[in-house]
């Protein structure tokens, strides 16, 4: 069996194993009573934002393009990043969305493909490393049902780790990506302004959910499960969220059934946003101006 097939096969186990967890842990119909109920409106503006978010991150990654001299206009490199959000979410087995960038910018400017995947990975883990960045930030505003071992004051921790991801986000560059050393100020911002956007977008779902208490805890959680949704053991990281919002419930207090509700809408919004990529087309010999 070649190996992207089991790799496949391996993630749809893992997807499948993890949605029968939280099955098993919610009730089902409470849960859906929660969606029926939800505020259009809210969602809508949720969806907004979600969307203010990738337009960022497109821009972000565009930036990073340019240290390769790669000169996309961002009406170009927006399409180019919806594109890549459908292959990423729909055809995981596939070539991916990053693949597919790294292929089409080759076959158009001839730029290296080393240079290429350095500039998506570095796109990633910028996004990254903002994530877990405000998830400190927070960590200082939140109610946590959990005591470290061995007397770890976890508050200590998280102020150190304020002062220190940011270096170490310089360090990376610096060290891993000296190509793209003269985007770092900008890469940094609109990773901090994309994760912004994205928590602005968990408020709003929230909202039309009828949450009124424990927003920032609800938040955290969103933000640690967006962590845990990068690893590539789920389909979309389908399932790994919601089991976040669970095993997190009897630590910060939330509703489980509301929690896997929210996770269940932000990723329906995350579909529907992705699903325009299918939409878009780009040839690899077209000149960007007839795009």
């Known amino acids: 069996m070649p ?19 939280v099955f098993r842990k919610i009730d089902l119909e409470a849960t859906w009573q929660v969606i029926k109920k939800a505020n259009l409106a809210f969602l809508v503006i949720a969806a907004l934002c979600f969307v203010l978010s990738k337009i960022l991150s497109s821009f972000r990654l565009n930036g990073l393009f340019r240290n390769l001299d790669v000169r996309l206009s961002e009406r170009q490199n927006l399409k180019l990043y919806w594109i890549g959000m459908f292959y990423n979410l729909f055809l995981p087995g596939g070539i991916g969305g990053d ?9 158009r400017f001839d730029a ?54 940011p270096l170490a986000f310089v360090g990376v560059i610096r060290w891993w990506f000296p190509s793209f050393w003269a985007s770092t100020a900008l890469t940094g911002g609109y990773s ?83 699903l325009a990529g299918a939409t878009v087309k780009m040839e690899p010999g077209t000149a960007i101006s007839e795009q």
């Open 99 to 107: 693949g597919y960038k790294v292929y089409w910018l080759n076959k």
């Open 3 to 21: 190996k992207k097939t089991l790799k496949l096969l391996l993630k749809v186990l893992l997807t499948g194993v993890a949605i029968y967890l």
């Open 112 to 165: 290296k493909v080393k240079k290429l995947l350095a500039a998506v990975l570095l796109d990633r883990v910028s996004g990254l490393i903002a994530l877990v960045w405000l998830l400190l930030v927070i960590w200082f505003f939140v109610t946590v049902e959990w005591t470290a071992p061995w007397g770890i004051n976890l508050d200590l921790i998280a102020a150190a780790g304020l002062c220190l991801v």
């Open 192 to 274: 901090l302004l994309v994760q912004s956007a994205q928590l602005i977008c968990a408020y709003f779902i929230l909202l039309g959910l009828g949450v009124q208490t424990q927003i920032l805890e609800y938040q955290f959680v969103f933000l640690l499960s967006s962590i845990v949704a990068v690893l590539p053991l789920t389909i979309g990281g389908v399932g790994a969220r919601e089991l976040v919002f669970i095993f997190s419930h009897e630590y910060m207090g939330i509703d489980k059934n509301v929690a896997v509700a929210f996770s269940l809408l932000f990723f329906l919004i995350t579909a529907l946003v992705s």
